[in-house]
């Protein structure tokens, strides 16, 4: 059994920051790629952050510079810090896991329930 679950979420003014977790399987937590995603009612679920088992990281253009994805073995805990938040940052965001990292839903296996973040002007 793989499951994701997403931890974090909130309500935030423009500017400020927040970290999403991420609690995923042991199973996979070390073997596959672990990515964030995010959706908002009218929009396409877009690849925020990816994280491959090796390391390396894939960001998103719209999020560089602000966004950090990150992982804790220890815990089998993902993690997204989310710096200098803008409105558009509003979605429901979504832990992932899968063979690939392009920040493509096609290569995502598994995936969280979300969690609501929301951004105030």
């Known amino acids: 059994q793989v499951q994701l679950v997403e931890s974090g979420g909130g309500s935030v003014q423009a500017e400020g920051s927040l970290r999403l977790s991420c609690e995923v399987s042991?199973?996979?937590?070390?073997?596959?790629?672990m990515a964030w995603f995010r959706h908002t009612p009218g929009k396409e679920r877009e690849g925020v952050a990816c994280?491959?088992?090796?390391?390396?990281?894939v960001y998103a253009d719209s999020v560089k510079g602000r966004f950090t994805i990150s992982k804790d073995n220890a815990k089998n805990t993902l993690y997204l810090q989310m710096n200098s938040l803008k409105p558009e940052d509003t979605a429901t965001y979504y832990c992932?896991?899968?063979?690939?990292?392009?920040?493509?839903?096609?290569?995502?296996?598994?995936w969280g329930k979300g969690t609501l973040v929301t951004i105030s002007s």
């Open positions: 992932a896991a899968g063979w690939g990292c392009s920040l493509s839903t096609s290569s995502m296996n598994y």
């Open positions: 042991a199973s996979i937590a070390s073997v596959y790629s």
């Open positions: 994280l491959r088992s090796s390391g390396s990281t």
